[in-house]
Protein backbone atom coordinates (compact mmCIF):
# COMPACT_ATOMS: atom_id res chain seq x y z
CA UNK A 1 0.00 0.00 0.00
CA UNK A 2 1.47 3.30 -1.31
CA UNK A 3 1.75 5.83 2.06
CA UNK A 4 3.18 9.42 2.07
CA UNK A 5 3.60 11.33 5.38
CA UNK A 6 4.64 15.22 5.21
CA UNK A 7 6.24 16.93 7.85
CA UNK A 8 7.89 20.05 8.63
CA UNK A 9 4.80 22.63 8.45
CA UNK A 10 4.06 25.14 11.32
CA UNK A 11 4.10 28.81 12.30
CA UNK A 12 6.71 30.62 10.72
CA UNK A 13 7.08 34.82 10.37
CA UNK A 14 7.68 35.96 6.71
CA UNK A 15 11.10 35.98 5.16
CA UNK A 16 11.77 32.89 7.06
CA UNK A 17 12.50 29.60 5.51
CA UNK A 18 11.00 26.12 5.77
CA UNK A 19 11.89 22.46 4.55
CA UNK A 20 9.04 19.92 4.02
CA UNK A 21 9.78 16.40 3.92
CA UNK A 22 7.74 13.71 2.83
CA UNK A 23 8.22 9.73 4.08
CA UNK A 24 7.30 7.32 1.11
CA UNK A 25 6.65 4.09 1.15
CA UNK A 26 4.69 1.01 -0.42
CA UNK A 27 6.26 1.60 -3.65
CA UNK A 28 9.65 1.91 -5.60
CA UNK A 29 10.25 5.58 -5.09
CA UNK A 30 13.26 6.10 -7.62
CA UNK A 31 10.87 4.57 -10.31
CA UNK A 32 7.96 7.62 -9.92
CA UNK A 33 8.22 11.53 -10.35
CA UNK A 34 6.98 13.04 -7.47
CA UNK A 35 5.36 16.66 -6.80
CA UNK A 36 4.41 19.45 -4.37
CA UNK A 37 0.65 20.22 -4.51
CA UNK A 38 -0.87 23.30 -1.89
CA UNK A 39 -4.08 24.32 -0.84
CA UNK A 40 -4.67 27.53 0.72
CA UNK A 41 -7.46 26.96 3.57
CA UNK A 42 -10.87 26.72 1.77
CA UNK A 43 -9.25 27.36 -1.24
CA UNK A 44 -8.62 25.40 -4.32
CA UNK A 45 -5.14 23.12 -5.38
CA UNK A 46 -2.50 25.02 -6.76
CA UNK A 47 0.66 23.01 -8.36
CA UNK A 48 3.73 23.48 -6.76
CA UNK A 49 6.69 21.68 -8.14
CA UNK A 50 7.27 18.55 -9.57
CA UNK A 51 11.01 16.23 -10.03
CA UNK A 52 11.64 13.40 -12.33
CA UNK A 53 12.80 10.00 -11.26
CA UNK A 54 16.11 10.67 -11.31
CA UNK A 55 16.17 14.33 -9.48
CA UNK A 56 17.48 15.78 -12.70
CA UNK A 57 14.20 17.56 -13.91
CA UNK A 58 12.42 19.87 -12.03
CA UNK A 59 9.57 22.63 -12.69
CA UNK A 60 7.87 25.14 -10.46
CA UNK A 61 5.28 27.17 -10.59
CA UNK A 62 5.73 30.76 -11.60
CA UNK A 63 4.42 31.66 -7.92
CA UNK A 64 7.33 29.84 -6.12
CA UNK A 65 10.55 30.02 -8.88
CA UNK A 66 13.64 30.88 -7.26
CA UNK A 67 12.21 30.95 -3.41
CA UNK A 68 11.25 26.94 -3.28
CA UNK A 69 13.49 23.94 -4.24
CA UNK A 70 12.56 20.80 -4.73
CA UNK A 71 14.31 17.40 -4.20
CA UNK A 72 14.81 13.98 -3.45
CA UNK A 73 16.98 10.96 -1.72
CA UNK A 74 15.86 8.02 -3.07
CA UNK A 75 18.08 6.41 -0.34
CA UNK A 76 15.66 7.08 2.04
CA UNK A 77 12.61 7.32 -0.15
CA UNK A 78 11.82 10.98 1.02
CA UNK A 79 10.72 13.93 -0.82
CA UNK A 80 12.12 17.50 0.09
CA UNK A 81 10.73 20.76 -0.19
CA UNK A 82 13.00 23.79 0.80
CA UNK A 83 10.83 26.89 1.30
CA UNK A 84 13.03 30.23 1.28
CA UNK A 85 11.89 33.80 2.02
CA UNK A 86 8.17 32.80 2.53
CA UNK A 87 5.24 34.94 2.15
CA UNK A 88 1.91 35.53 3.73
CA UNK A 89 -0.05 34.13 0.35
CA UNK A 90 2.21 30.62 0.86
CA UNK A 91 0.27 29.46 3.76
CA UNK A 92 -2.02 26.76 3.09
CA UNK A 93 -1.69 22.74 3.00
CA UNK A 94 1.27 20.99 1.23
CA UNK A 95 0.41 17.70 -0.20
CA UNK A 96 3.05 15.54 -2.03
CA UNK A 97 2.08 13.39 -4.23
CA UNK A 98 2.91 11.00 -6.58
CA UNK A 99 2.99 10.63 -10.69
CA UNK A 100 2.41 7.11 -11.83
CA UNK A 101 5.51 7.39 -14.06
CA UNK A 102 9.34 8.21 -13.63
CA UNK A 103 9.28 11.12 -16.21
CA UNK A 104 6.58 14.21 -16.76
CA UNK A 105 4.70 15.33 -19.65
CA UNK A 106 1.05 15.77 -19.00
CA UNK A 107 1.26 14.14 -16.02
CA UNK A 108 -0.99 13.49 -13.00
CA UNK A 109 -1.22 12.42 -9.38
CA UNK A 110 -2.75 9.21 -8.43
CA UNK A 111 -1.42 9.26 -4.86
CA UNK A 112 -0.99 11.92 -2.04
CA UNK A 113 -0.06 12.10 1.35
CA UNK A 114 -2.61 13.77 4.12
CA UNK A 115 -0.83 17.41 3.64
CA UNK A 116 1.32 19.46 6.40
CA UNK A 117 -0.03 23.17 7.37
CA UNK A 118 1.94 26.24 6.59
CA UNK A 119 1.28 29.22 8.15
CA UNK A 120 3.47 32.29 7.72
CA UNK A 121 2.13 35.06 9.37
CA UNK A 122 3.75 37.72 11.74
CA UNK B 1 -1.45 31.39 -19.89
CA UNK B 2 -3.43 28.06 -20.04
CA UNK B 3 -6.51 28.16 -17.42
CA UNK B 4 -9.23 25.66 -16.56
CA UNK B 5 -12.33 26.71 -16.01
CA UNK B 6 -14.76 24.76 -13.64
CA UNK B 7 -18.52 26.20 -12.62
CA UNK B 8 -18.60 27.02 -8.55
CA UNK B 9 -21.10 24.65 -7.86
CA UNK B 10 -23.33 21.85 -9.11
CA UNK B 11 -26.52 20.75 -7.12
CA UNK B 12 -28.13 17.22 -8.20
CA UNK B 13 -30.96 15.17 -6.75
CA UNK B 14 -29.85 11.78 -4.80
CA UNK B 15 -30.20 8.88 -7.55
CA UNK B 16 -29.55 11.45 -10.41
CA UNK B 17 -27.18 12.53 -12.92
CA UNK B 18 -24.37 14.93 -12.08
CA UNK B 19 -22.27 16.45 -14.83
CA UNK B 20 -19.28 18.29 -13.66
CA UNK B 21 -17.66 20.37 -16.91
CA UNK B 22 -14.26 21.82 -17.10
CA UNK B 23 -13.00 24.08 -19.68
CA UNK B 24 -10.03 25.10 -21.28
CA UNK B 25 -8.01 26.00 -24.83
CA UNK B 26 -5.67 23.12 -24.00
CA UNK B 27 -7.77 20.52 -23.81
CA UNK B 28 -7.61 19.34 -27.62
CA UNK B 29 -3.94 18.28 -26.95
CA UNK B 30 -3.68 17.25 -22.84
CA UNK B 31 -5.56 14.51 -21.36
CA UNK B 32 -8.11 15.77 -18.15
CA UNK B 33 -7.67 14.36 -14.86
CA UNK B 34 -10.12 14.68 -12.22
CA UNK B 35 -10.14 14.33 -8.35
CA UNK B 36 -12.77 14.05 -5.39
CA UNK B 37 -11.91 15.94 -2.17
CA UNK B 38 -14.39 15.60 0.98
CA UNK B 39 -13.64 17.72 3.71
CA UNK B 40 -10.80 17.60 5.89
CA UNK B 41 -9.39 15.11 3.82
CA UNK B 42 -6.66 14.70 1.02
CA UNK B 43 -7.79 14.45 -2.91
CA UNK B 44 -8.73 11.31 -4.62
CA UNK B 45 -7.54 10.73 -8.12
CA UNK B 46 -11.45 9.54 -9.99
CA UNK B 47 -10.80 9.67 -13.71
CA UNK B 48 -7.58 9.42 -15.52
CA UNK B 49 -6.35 10.06 -19.16
CA UNK B 50 -10.44 11.76 -20.22
CA UNK B 51 -11.79 8.51 -19.30
CA UNK B 52 -10.06 5.92 -17.26
CA UNK B 53 -11.06 5.13 -13.91
CA UNK B 54 -8.70 4.32 -10.98
CA UNK B 55 -8.80 0.68 -9.22
CA UNK B 56 -11.39 1.01 -6.46
CA UNK B 57 -13.25 3.71 -7.73
CA UNK B 58 -17.18 3.20 -8.28
CA UNK B 59 -18.27 2.69 -11.61
CA UNK B 60 -21.06 5.54 -11.91
CA UNK B 61 -17.82 7.83 -12.31
CA UNK B 62 -17.04 8.51 -15.68
CA UNK B 63 -15.57 10.84 -18.03
CA UNK B 64 -15.13 12.40 -21.08
CA UNK B 65 -13.70 14.94 -23.44
CA UNK B 66 -14.51 17.06 -26.66
CA UNK B 67 -12.96 19.80 -27.81
CA UNK B 68 -12.00 22.45 -25.05
CA UNK B 69 -14.44 20.67 -22.61
CA UNK B 70 -13.74 17.74 -20.30
CA UNK B 71 -16.80 16.42 -18.20
CA UNK B 72 -17.01 14.19 -15.04
CA UNK B 73 -20.45 12.54 -14.99
CA UNK B 74 -21.70 10.45 -12.14
CA UNK B 75 -24.45 8.12 -12.35
CA UNK B 76 -26.74 7.83 -9.82
CA UNK B 77 -25.36 10.19 -7.02
CA UNK B 78 -24.74 8.74 -3.74
CA UNK B 79 -24.55 11.29 -0.50
CA UNK B 80 -21.34 9.82 0.18
CA UNK B 81 -20.29 11.84 -3.36
CA UNK B 82 -20.72 14.90 -2.17
CA UNK B 83 -17.47 16.47 -2.42
CA UNK B 84 -15.62 19.16 -3.85
CA UNK B 85 -14.01 18.09 -7.33
CA UNK B 86 -11.29 19.41 -9.74
CA UNK B 87 -10.25 19.05 -13.03
CA UNK B 88 -6.19 18.67 -14.11
CA UNK B 89 -4.56 18.96 -17.10
CA UNK B 90 -0.86 21.14 -18.63
CA UNK B 91 0.17 23.25 -20.04
CA UNK B 92 1.33 23.36 -23.52
CA UNK B 93 5.09 22.15 -22.01
CA UNK B 94 3.04 19.06 -20.50
CA UNK B 95 5.68 19.84 -17.40
CA UNK B 96 3.39 22.47 -15.51
CA UNK B 97 0.25 21.13 -14.40
CA UNK B 98 -2.72 23.11 -13.71
CA UNK B 99 -5.97 23.00 -11.74
CA UNK B 100 -9.26 23.83 -12.67
CA UNK B 101 -10.03 26.09 -9.22
CA UNK B 102 -13.21 23.11 -8.39
CA UNK B 103 -16.63 22.64 -8.16
CA UNK B 104 -18.77 21.80 -4.97
CA UNK B 105 -21.03 19.53 -5.92
CA UNK B 106 -24.00 19.39 -3.26
CA UNK B 107 -26.61 16.37 -3.23
CA UNK B 108 -29.96 17.24 -2.79
Known amino acids: EVQLLESGGGLIQPGVSLRLSCAAS????????MSWVRQPPGKGLEWVSV????????YYADSVKGRFTISRDDATSTLYLQMNSLRAEDTGFYYC???????????????WGPGTLVTVSS | SFELTQPLSVSVSLGQVARITCSGEALPKRFAYWYQQKPGRFPVLVIYKDSERPSGIPERFSGSSSGTKATLTISGVQAEDEADYYCQSADSSGAHAIFGGGTKLTVL
Open chain 1, 51 to 58: INNSGHRT
Open chain 1, 97 to 111: ATVPFGVFTNYYFDH
Open chain 1, 26 to 33: GFTFSNHA
